[in-house]
């Protein structure tokens, strides 16, 4: 089935969609067997539209070209900000278009005119990139977590702020000298003040909260208080106290309500939260059924927001075609075609090399000459005394990279060294995670 | 639209999801549409079917009761193991079932038969239980990363094996105490070797492979190395080297095909994958576009096991209704409904306090005696002496939980006692998490 998509707004997150759907075609259309066709672009400004080839698609500068069209099924909004893009998604409605936006400003306040008037049209509003980027935390808690009340959330939403904490943290930057090296990397804007001041991470749990509670959730019913006060002599006392600071947005149920809040946060530095470091965002649920979970990720950039954009016109387009009375495999395992899996000896690892040794001259040396023939180099090595009667003492090895079946031959060899114990054991260690 | 369920396996999961759609039948309701009718259960021992009312359900002890039933549409199948699972399921798909199942060692093994029988059939076999329990994480990586191309996955899949090897690494224990602690909080089985030979998790790898390949996976073809011959010793010298030992699932595109393994790793200590502890499971995704993602929570239980398999359901149903013509709303807020917000002010947090005081006797007795005045209680003090002229000297107070009104009528307070530095700066603190 054709689904015919048009994006208005070919900044940077439009562009990434544009690059998905094009890029991507092949996968996308083997795994959901959607023929997702990009038909129409719009933008006044095509600057940030590069390497990506437009040649089989339309470019107007005009938003009603893709708003008229009767021929697409879906719309992208990807402007951002309260207007024209209110005013192009209100009317892409009201044509009977779906729309897919990552505009968390717009959702969270004007998500229920938005959501009544495409309820009323019978179209679907998708916004799975308005909240933690490429995390799928939207469809994780409507959809994953269907089944459950969700008691907590405890969201660090913002990249901006929470690179700057990070760099306070770890590398004892004051607020100013963290925020310039967030805007030097690209993660803060050069008008910083949405993120520092938690406006932005307010929108996102604007969005969440209404997910969790399945009620609408006043934008200004948030308490929120910014990182712009926190100095780097809070960080370090609240770290002498085993705490974290991050920005967290809150969502608790409580008896009397729910409460809502944004506020720079100590976190035990023991917390899996405390240790989402630098831009990334994280998203930690507590539910009644599922318990704990978390979801983590890149909360911004053009990609992983891309990617949560079409994972929505997907599932949208997944929804047509079962309305068209064609039925959809969800099932995305091709079962005629078998998978190609390497044998680990033809694979590289980094290796850790533990055994006991007879305490002599040379033994290092021989050792340490096996590994080097089996081109098995050494990253780095620990030898202990020992005051053990028998004389044996351990000795640790890192190794660099190198094939398993090399490592495999040199460990045979060392085996049969006379003066090593029969204890000897090796791992794989992995630091590109 | 009415959706009628059986369970055939009235275990520890299947009694959770009887629990789910009996307790929780009004929420999905109103989240989806659906009306979830728990129609009929099965089993031959009923010991574990405690603490739900079945009255509404009919019992029996013959699965064919359920597979023969012309009125049901999904047939949960949670008895575990090859026989007569494996039956149960070829029958329900072949009377046009859908089956929803935890069934890891199954899909592993007979996923090709299975998945090809259901394609045959017109019904799907759904297993979002069968990895990472209540994570949803089978959703995540086939509809929230539908745009990508999975490059790598590291899973810590089992969370006995995760639980030991905490307990090795933050209490010292060795390899057996490990076992018995495990065993003792009922993580581990009487016969843990499925376990901690690494079987488990293989099984999980080969669904998750499949997934991230789109093709069929063959289980004996991943390399597999259990976590029983690791010593406290080689946990110890690993931290001393910056690493933690994890029983990890790997999966790596390489250009010769994919790597599959199950073996200990060791992973930087400061890698988000090291800080999941104790009997908690991960997968950490990384993907052309949306980057390095991460999914983390309860990997086994009866209540984290049942919440997936109805999000599961729920999917099912939402297919069948769009089928049938009626459209469903995926949109899952009342915007009809404003969510009951409370204030700050009426909730009770920790605090962190931090002033500068001048160094004078009494100043503490008048601060904390402030602070008790308002009810609200300290839980540890720090003051530092210094050497500036100005004698003013930093005093850090943490307090216990105490609503946000009486901490700021005490902030408030403290401001203008007339040794204090107008610096105050007071945070909220949570160690709840």
């Given at each position: 089935m054709d689904i015919n998509i048009g994006i208005i707004g070919m900044g940077t997150v439009g562009t990434g969609v544009a690059e998905i759907l094009l890029r991507q075609k092949k996968i996308l259309t083997s795994r959901t067997g959607l023929n997702l066709r990009l038909k129409r672009v719009v933008d006044i400004n095509w600057e940030k539209a590069t390497g990506i080839d437009l040649s089989s698609v339309r470019r107007s500068s005009d938003a009603y070209d893709i708003l008229e069209d009767k021929d697409i099924h879906i719309v992208v909004e990807t402007i951002g900000g309260h207007e024209p893009a209110f005013s192009f998604i209100s009317k892409a409605i009201k044509n009977k278009k779906h729309v897919v936006t990552a505009n968390k400003a717009l959702i969270a306040s004007k998500g229920k005119e938005l959501f009544e008037l495409a309820e009323d049209n019978g179209v679907d509003l998708m916004f799975e990139a308005s909240v933690g980027g490429g995390i799928p935390v939207i469809k994780g808690l409507r959809e994953g977590l269907v089944a459950n009340d969700i008691e907590n959330i405890y969201g660090i939403l913002n990249g901006t702020c929470n690179y700057i904490l990070t760099k306070m943290h770890q590398e004892g930057l004051d607020f100013s000298d963290a925020l310039k090296a967030a805007q030097e990397r690209g993660f803060a804007e050069a008008d910083p003040s949405l993120d520092i001041k938690g406006n932005d991470t307010a929108h996102k749990l604007t969005i969440l909260a209404m997910l969790a509670s399945s009620s609408f959730v006043e934008l200004n019913s948030i308490f929120m208080?910014?990182?712009?006060?926190?100095?780097?002599?809070?960080?370090?006392?609240?770290?002498?106290?085993?705490?974290?600071?991050?920005?967290?947005?809150?969502?608790?149920?409580?008896?009397?309500?729910?409460?809502?809040?944004?506020?720079?946060?100590?976190?035990?530095?023991?917390?899996?939260?405390?240790?989402?470091?630098?831009?990334?965002?994280?998203?930690?649920?507590?539910?009644?059924?599922?318990?704990?979970t978390m979801f983590y990720g890149p909360g911004a950039g053009r990609r992983p927001t891309a990617s949560a954009i079409v994972s929505d016109i997907v599932d949208l387009g997944r929804d047509m075609i079962l309305q068209n009375g064609t039925r959809f495999s969800s099932r995305s395992i091709d079962t005629k075609s078998l998978a190609r899996v390497v044998t680990l000896d033809n694979v590289s690892n980094r290796f850790y090399l533990r055994l006991y040794t007879y305490d002599a001259p040379g033994i290092l040396a021989q050792i340490s000459g096996i590994l080097g023939e089996e081109k098995v180099s050494i990253s780095s090595v620990l030898q202990l005394e020992t005051h053990e009667k028998e004389n044996y003492v351990p000795l640790v090895i890192l190794t660099h990279k190198a094939p398993e079946k090399a490592m495999k031959r040199a460990i045979e060899r060392i085996k049969e060294l006379s003066f090593i114990r029969n204890d000897l054991v090796y791992l794989r260690l992995l630091d590109e995670l």
């Open positions: 208080e910014g990182i712009t006060e926190i100095s780097k002599l809070d960080i370090d006392f609240a770290k002498s106290f085993g705490y974290t600071i991050k920005l967290l947005a809150i969502y608790r149920v409580l008896n009397e309500g729910i409460d809502l809040r944004v506020h720079p946060t100590l976190v035990p530095s023991d917390h899996l939260l405390a240790s989402v470091s630098n831009e990334l965002n994280a998203i930690f649920v507590k539910s009644n059924f599922a318990g704990d």
